[in-house]
Protein backbone atom coordinates (compact mmCIF):
# COMPACT_ATOMS: atom_id res chain seq x y z
CA UNK A 1 0.00 0.00 0.00
CA UNK A 2 1.66 3.26 -0.70
CA UNK A 3 0.96 6.06 1.97
CA UNK A 4 1.65 9.77 0.85
CA UNK A 5 2.47 12.11 3.58
CA UNK A 6 2.20 16.08 2.80
CA UNK A 7 4.00 19.24 5.01
CA UNK A 8 4.40 22.34 4.53
CA UNK A 9 1.24 24.01 4.92
CA UNK A 10 0.49 27.25 7.27
CA UNK A 11 -0.82 30.93 7.53
CA UNK A 12 0.69 33.19 5.28
CA UNK A 13 -0.13 36.85 4.20
CA UNK A 14 -1.22 37.47 0.80
CA UNK A 15 1.28 37.83 -1.50
CA UNK A 16 3.16 35.30 0.15
CA UNK A 17 4.99 31.94 -0.78
CA UNK A 18 4.72 28.44 0.86
CA UNK A 19 6.09 25.21 -0.25
CA UNK A 20 4.24 21.96 0.19
CA UNK A 21 5.73 18.54 -0.04
CA UNK A 22 4.53 14.77 -0.31
CA UNK A 23 6.85 12.36 0.86
CA UNK A 24 5.85 9.00 -0.82
CA UNK A 25 6.53 5.41 0.42
CA UNK A 26 7.26 3.64 -3.03
CA UNK A 27 8.83 4.80 -6.17
CA UNK A 28 7.77 7.32 -7.86
CA UNK A 29 6.57 4.90 -10.92
CA UNK A 30 3.41 7.01 -11.77
CA UNK A 31 1.70 10.76 -12.72
CA UNK A 32 0.87 12.58 -9.29
CA UNK A 33 -0.88 15.72 -8.88
CA UNK A 34 -2.16 18.03 -6.27
CA UNK A 35 -5.81 19.08 -5.32
CA UNK A 36 -7.67 21.31 -2.80
CA UNK A 37 -10.37 21.81 -1.02
CA UNK A 38 -11.89 24.45 0.21
CA UNK A 39 -14.85 24.83 3.27
CA UNK A 40 -17.84 24.22 2.00
CA UNK A 41 -16.53 23.33 -1.86
CA UNK A 42 -15.94 20.28 -3.68
CA UNK A 43 -12.36 18.97 -4.00
CA UNK A 44 -10.46 20.58 -7.21
CA UNK A 45 -7.76 20.27 -9.16
CA UNK A 46 -4.76 22.74 -8.77
CA UNK A 47 -1.43 21.03 -10.76
CA UNK A 48 -0.78 17.51 -11.92
CA UNK A 49 2.49 16.00 -13.20
CA UNK A 50 3.22 13.19 -15.76
CA UNK A 51 5.85 10.07 -14.73
CA UNK A 52 8.72 11.23 -16.17
CA UNK A 53 8.57 15.17 -15.24
CA UNK A 54 7.50 16.98 -18.80
CA UNK A 55 4.05 17.33 -18.73
CA UNK A 56 2.53 19.70 -15.88
CA UNK A 57 -0.66 21.08 -16.36
CA UNK A 58 -2.68 23.65 -14.16
CA UNK A 59 -5.54 24.95 -13.23
CA UNK A 60 -5.87 27.92 -14.80
CA UNK A 61 -6.86 30.06 -10.84
CA UNK A 62 -3.19 28.79 -10.30
CA UNK A 63 -1.06 29.27 -13.44
CA UNK A 64 2.10 31.27 -13.55
CA UNK A 65 1.91 31.61 -9.73
CA UNK A 66 2.24 27.70 -8.52
CA UNK A 67 4.79 25.11 -9.64
CA UNK A 68 4.72 21.56 -9.25
CA UNK A 69 8.41 19.82 -9.51
CA UNK A 70 9.27 15.85 -8.37
CA UNK A 71 12.77 14.89 -6.86
CA UNK A 72 12.62 11.01 -7.84
CA UNK A 73 15.72 10.31 -5.76
CA UNK A 74 13.67 11.03 -2.40
CA UNK A 75 10.05 10.12 -3.83
CA UNK A 76 9.10 13.70 -3.10
CA UNK A 77 6.76 15.69 -4.77
CA UNK A 78 6.75 19.49 -4.58
CA UNK A 79 4.06 22.34 -4.92
CA UNK A 80 5.85 25.89 -4.99
CA UNK A 81 3.40 28.19 -4.08
CA UNK A 82 3.84 31.72 -4.86
CA UNK A 83 1.55 35.76 -4.94
CA UNK A 84 -0.86 33.58 -2.36
CA UNK A 85 -4.63 35.01 -2.65
CA UNK A 86 -7.09 34.67 0.55
CA UNK A 87 -9.08 32.46 -2.48
CA UNK A 88 -6.34 29.71 -2.29
CA UNK A 89 -7.10 28.81 1.78
CA UNK A 90 -7.79 25.49 1.70
CA UNK A 91 -6.77 21.80 2.48
CA UNK A 92 -4.10 20.61 -0.32
CA UNK A 93 -4.09 17.05 -1.25
CA UNK A 94 -1.41 15.37 -3.07
CA UNK A 95 -1.98 12.20 -4.90
CA UNK A 96 -0.66 9.15 -7.26
CA UNK A 97 -2.68 7.17 -10.05
CA UNK A 98 -1.92 3.78 -10.60
CA UNK A 99 1.55 2.66 -11.09
CA UNK A 100 2.59 2.76 -13.96
CA UNK A 101 0.10 5.66 -15.06
CA UNK A 102 2.16 7.54 -17.34
CA UNK A 103 -0.26 10.74 -17.84
CA UNK A 104 -1.63 13.34 -15.17
CA UNK A 105 -5.29 13.56 -14.65
CA UNK A 106 -6.93 16.55 -14.01
CA UNK A 107 -9.87 14.09 -12.62
CA UNK A 108 -9.49 13.27 -9.04
CA UNK A 109 -11.21 9.65 -9.55
CA UNK A 110 -8.18 8.94 -11.51
CA UNK A 111 -6.06 8.98 -8.90
CA UNK A 112 -5.69 5.69 -6.73
CA UNK A 113 -3.86 6.84 -3.31
CA UNK A 114 -4.13 10.04 -1.53
CA UNK A 115 -2.21 11.90 1.17
CA UNK A 116 -4.19 13.22 4.63
CA UNK A 117 -3.41 16.82 3.74
CA UNK A 118 -2.47 20.17 4.44
CA UNK A 119 -4.11 23.17 5.84
CA UNK A 120 -3.08 26.41 3.80
CA UNK A 121 -4.47 29.49 4.82
CA UNK A 122 -4.19 32.84 3.10
CA UNK A 123 -4.52 36.25 5.47
CA UNK A 124 -6.09 39.30 3.65
Known amino acids: QVQLVESGGGLVQAGGSLRLSCVVS??????MGWFRQAPGKEREFVAAISWSGDIKPYADSVKGRFAISRDYDINTLYLRMNSLKPEDTAVYFCAARAVGSYWPSENSSDYVYWGQGTQVTVSS
Open 26 to 31: DAMDDA
